[in-house]
Structure formats: structure tokens, C-alpha cells
């Protein structure tokens, strides 16, 4: 006998229309991210904006408090020297003048020269000794401002913007004698104005630098609800959401959020209602196919039981082989339905006694796809009808009823091609005795990977070795079909 004389079938392959493929798209969370990032960005601008306008600003106030403190001191030094060399003149005395120059000069190296003038503009005495006696050309510098006192704030005298002078008037006795002329190189204004703009540089940068990690941190903050309620989202159309959202404020976003968990609760009770409608109704169906399938069985004393046992077999297999629980436990139920064609084929082919003529078998080769088309009606059954459809494949594509082989055979029709042929070869049949358990191995081993998975026949076979009376108890002599 050939395993071939108990070819199970599997039929139409294609996926029914409708079936519900995942698909990932709609809201992307890189959108959201991208929010974030668009957020830190208009903050960090607005940020580096401010603090480049209000260092700005500041070295600019900074630069003319620096200017007005050095004018203040010049003029103060000024005015100290000419309230000071009024007596000196009066007594027309050259030396301690000129000491005094000298020392004033020494000690504040940043004025440039120091001149005590006479009324008539000539140099008394100088800081530059070469030029005592020579007479002062009139000021080319512009008169920037002059105090009550006579004090005058003297621009752009030669060189040209290079320097400020300052001249105070010599009164003493309420006699007008001189001036007393300072003069001072802005280079020391710049240096002053260099110094203060190195100290306020890394006060800005730490303040930029606290700003970027607080605009980080806004930002974050900010957008945080609403990337949560695009996950939300996400994970809702995936039916994954179980917990509500938190809800971060009482703003407009904080109401969309508990909007959002109020929707997702309601939409959250009605799938958890459907899928418990849906698997009422997939039981219920199930069952009228089992009890369709348990009537065929009923009907020919050869095959009851069948199913039963092909499913023990299937489902050791599928397990030996690896497959997750829920793919086991869809072959289990796939193996009850699997022969639930035969329900179209007549009794007269069904229970005829002897082989089938080539008319009579061609009809009993339809009731794999017969099989599938009963599953079809159902859309929760969809999921069965490869695995009954192809029940009869052969590994190397002579199988009925598409000539299906090798992978495009749907792994479970495999599993199941083995566990039925293996069940029919150990039943009695009406033309024929049942085989040993060691004769059936034998055929399903010289019929690998011709009619079965080589893989799954070596996993079957070694099973049956390892296992041996596991299989063999379900495996005793009996009719099957
Ligand atoms: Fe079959």
C-alpha cells in the first residue's frame, strides 16, 4: 500500500478578501519627535537672539561706563593738579612743579603727557621736559563738554582720535594763571573696554548654556503630552492601549487628553466586547464543524475517530517542531475540519466498498477544496483554510488539489499531510487492513520528500522513536479513511 491512498487535501489557498492585514502608518511618531526637536530649535534661536542682543547691550553700556569713568579720572587728577600748582606758580616755583609733574606722571602711566600752561598758552613745565617753554598751538580737538569750573573735555586732538585732553583752569587768589593740560590715549579706553568684555564673555556663555539645556528641558516638557498621545494613538489602532494617559495639565491639551482616555476606554470596551462576540461565534461555529465533521465520521464506521487522532498526532508534531502554542492550537482545531469537505461527497463514493473508479476518485479528491469553501462562509474560519485546502499537497508538487511543493505547501497542510496519512495507513480500510505501526513509519520514511516534508518526516519518524508508545497507543490498528 502507498501513503498516497490517503492524499489529505488543502484548499484555496488565496486569502479570503477582507482578512485584516496589520498595517503601520497614520500618525508616525517621528512626527512627534520631530515637534520636539522644532520646539528646542524656535526656543534655542529665540535664546541665542536674546543673549547676542543683551551682550550687545551690555558691552555697550559697559564701554561708555568705562569712557565716562576714565574722562571722571582724568578730570579729577586735572583739577587736583591745578589746585595744586597755583601756589607753585605764584612763587614761579619751576622745580616743585616740575616734581610734581613727574610724579604724577610716573604713577599714572596710562596719561600720555601732563602740561602746566600759562595764561598766554606756554608750556611752564611739561612731562616731556624737551618741550618746556614752547608755546601750544590752539587745540585742533573738539570740545566734547566744559564744567563750571572751566574744566573741558578736549576730542580728537592729534593724532586724530588717538586721544581725549583735559584742561582744568590754574585760579589761585581768584587769579586766573594758566591750565593744566592732561592728555590720554584711548588705547588705554580699549584695553579697559578688552578686559571687561573677557569677564562678561563666560557669563553670557554660562547663560546660554543653561538656556540650551532649558529650552531642552520646555521643550520636553511641553511636548511630552503630545507625543504620549501619539503613542496613545498609535498603540490604540494597534488595540495595545490598556492604561489611560496621564494628564499633565488642566489646559486644552490636558481636556484633549482626558478626552482621548475617555475614547480609548469606550473603544478599548467595545473590541474587548467584539473579540468576545467574535470568539463566541467562532466557537459556536467550530462546533457546528465539529459536530458536521464528527456526522461525516459517524457516517462510515472506517473513519471515526479520525480527526481526533490526526489532531494528537499533528499537535505532537507541531510541538517537536517548535511552533508557538497559538499555532499548535489552530492545527489542533485545523485537523478536526480538515476532512469537513467530505460532507458533499455522496455516499455511494464515500462508502464504497473496493477502490474507487478514476471518476469516483476525482470526486474524492474534491473534498479538500470542498472543505475550504464550507471554512470560507465564516471569516473567523479563514485562518483554517490553507492548512485544509492543502492537506493533500505533496512535497514534490504531485498533490491535489493546486500541485503545491516544497515551501509554498502552508507548514501546518505539512504537518497535518503526515499526521492524516499516517492515521488512514494505520486504520483499517474497506479494501484493505490496516498496516503495522513499524510498516507505516517505514512508507512515510522511504516517502519523504517525495510526498512528505523531509523535515517534518525525519522530526515525525525520530518522534516516533523517541515517544515511541506516545504515538503508538493513538496509533493502534483501526479504520480511518
Ligand atoms: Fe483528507
Not at 168 to 195: H, P, Y
Not at 230 to 245: F, N, W
Not at 324 to 347: M, N, T, W, Y
Not at 449 to 460: L, T
Request: aromatic share 6%; charged share 25%.
Amino acid at each position: 500500500m502507498s501513503a498516497s491512498d490517503v492524499r489529505p487535501d488543502n484548499a484555496g489557498a488565496a486569502r479570503p478578501a477582507g482578512t485584516v492585514t496589520p498595517t503601520r502608518g497614520g500618525v508616525g511618531l517621528l512626527s512627534f519627535k520631530g515637534l520636539r526637536a522644532k520646539a528646542t530649535l524656535y526656543v534655542l534661536l529665540l535664546l541665542v537672539a536674546t543673549v547676542v542682543v543683551s551682550y550687545v547691550i551690555t558691552i555697550r553700556i559697559l564701554n561708555s561706563h568705562i569712557k565716562g569713568e576714565i574722562v571722571k579720572r582724568a578730570e579729577s587728577l586735572s583739577r587736583s593738579i591745578a589746585s595744586s600748582a597755583g601756589y607753585d606758580l605764584i612763587l614761579k616755583d619751576l622745580l616743585a612743579l616740575d616734581n610734581m609733574v613727574f610724579k604724577i606722571k610716573e604713577s599714572n602711566p596710562d596719561i600720555t603727557s601732563i602740561a602746566i600752561l600759562s595764561t598766554d598758552r606756554t608750556i611752564v613745565v611739561h612731562s616731556d621736559a624737551g618741550r618746556t617753554g614752547s608755546r601750544l598751538a590752539p587745540e585742533a580737538g573738539r570740545v566734547v563738554f566744559e564744567e563750571a569750573d572751566g574744566t573741558r573735555l578736549l576730542e580728537g586732538a592729534a593724532p586724530a582720535g588717538a586721544s581725549f585732553a583735559i584742561e582744568s583752569r590754574i585760579v589761585f587768589m581768584e587769579k586766573d594763571l594758566g591750565s593744566v593740560l592732561l592728555n590720554v590715549e584711548w588705547s588705554v579706553l580699549l584695553a579697559a573696554q578688552t578686559e571687561a568684555r573677557h569677564k562678561v564673555i563666560p557669563v553670557f556663555a554660562v547663560i546660554l548654556v543653561l538656556g540650551l539645556a532649558s529650552s531642552i528641558a520646555v521643550s520636553s516638557r511641553l511636548t511630552r503630552p503630545v507625543k504620549e498621545l501619539a503613542t496613545g494613538v498609535e498603540e490604540l489602532k494597534r488595540g495595545q492601549r490598556s492604561k489611560p494617559l496621564r494628564v499633565y495639565s488642566d489646559d486644552e491639551l490636558g481636556r484633549l487628553t482626558s478626552s482621548f482616555n475617555e475614547m480609548s476606554s469606550l473603544i478599548t470596551g467595545q473590541r474587548e466586547k467584539l473579540g468576545q462576540y467574535a470568539h463566541e461565534l467562532e466557537e459556536a461555529y467550530v462546533s457546528t464543524v465539529r459536530v458536521l465533521a464528527a456526522a461525516i465520521e459517524a457516517r462510515d464506521r472506517y473513519t471515526l475517530g479520525h480527526s481526533t487522532r490526526v489532531a494528537q498526532y499533528a499537535v505532537e508534531l507541531a510541538r517537536e517542531l517548535g511552533l508557538s502554542p497559538e499555532q499548535v492550537e489552530e492545527i489542533e482545531i485545523a485537523c478536526l475540519f480538515h476532512d469537513v469537505g467530505k460532507i458533499r461527497i455522496p455516499d455511494s463514493i464515500l462508502h464504497k466498498k473496493g477502490r474507487l473508479n478514476p471518476h469516483e476518485f476525482k470526486e474524492m479528491r474534491n473534498h479538500s477544496a470542498y472543505g475550504a469553501e464550507i471554512l470560507s462562509k465564516a471569516r473567523s474560519l479563514y485562518k483554517y483554510i490553507p492548512a485544509v485546502r492543502h492537506h493533500h499537497e505533496w512535497h514534490d508538487g504531485t498533490g491535489y488539489p493546486d500541485g503545491l511543493s516544497r515551501e509554498s505547501i502552508p507548514e501546518e497542510a505539512a504537518i497535518i499531510s503526515l499526521a492524516d496519512a499516517f492515521d488512514a495507513m494505520t486504520s483499517d480500510r474497506p479494501y484493505r487492513q490496516a498496516l503495522t505501526i513499524e510498516s507505516a513509519l517505514d512508507i512515510i520514511r522511504a516517502s519523504a520528500g517525495k510526498q512528505f516534508n523531509p523535515e517534518f518526516a525525519r522530526v515525525f519518524l525520530d518522534l516516533n522513536e523517541k515517544q515511541g508508545p506516545a504515538v503508538a497507543v493513538a496509533a493502534e490498528p483501526r479504520m480511518a479513511s
